[in-house]
Nanobody, 127 residues
């Protein structure tokens, strides 16, 4: 079974940083593009970032560009999201997802292009 497990969330002050991890299992990790999305309290889910299967191509939502960095380690079956310069608007549950296929990665911000999501990890930005 495909499993995705996000971790690394927590409480951080505005301006702070966190590194989220998503451990994958049950499939050939290096064959799939991966993504991060988030859902803030009372809001719709928002796509955040994506990385292609090899890690050489990354894409970001405008709201996080220049502050967040996505990466992956195919040897460890793990995708990461480095969160810097956090502000209260970044407070959300963060989820990692697997793109269904190569075609889905052509439309990276379409959340229905993901066929598996992991349980999220909560990031709270507050003083």
């Amino acid at each position: 079974d495909v499993q995705l497990q996000a971790s690394g969330g927590g409480l951080v002050q505005p301006g702070g940083s966190l590194r989220l991890s998503c451990a994958a299992s049950g499939f050939t990790f290096s064959s799939y593009a991966m993504s991060w999305a988030r859902q803030a309290p009372g809001k719709e889910p928002e796509w955040v970032s994506a990385v292609d299967s090899g890690g050489g191509s990354t894409i970001y939502a405008d709201s996080v560009k220049g502050r967040f960095t996505i990466s992956r380690d195919n040897a460890k079956n793990t995708v990461y999201l480095q969160l810097n310069s956090l502000n209260p608007e970044d407070t959300a549950v963060y989820y990692c997802g697997r793109y269904r296929d190569v075609m889905s990665y052509l439309y990276p911000s379409e959340l229905n292009g993901m066929d598996h999501w992991g349980k999220g990890t909560l990031v709270t930005v507050s003083s």
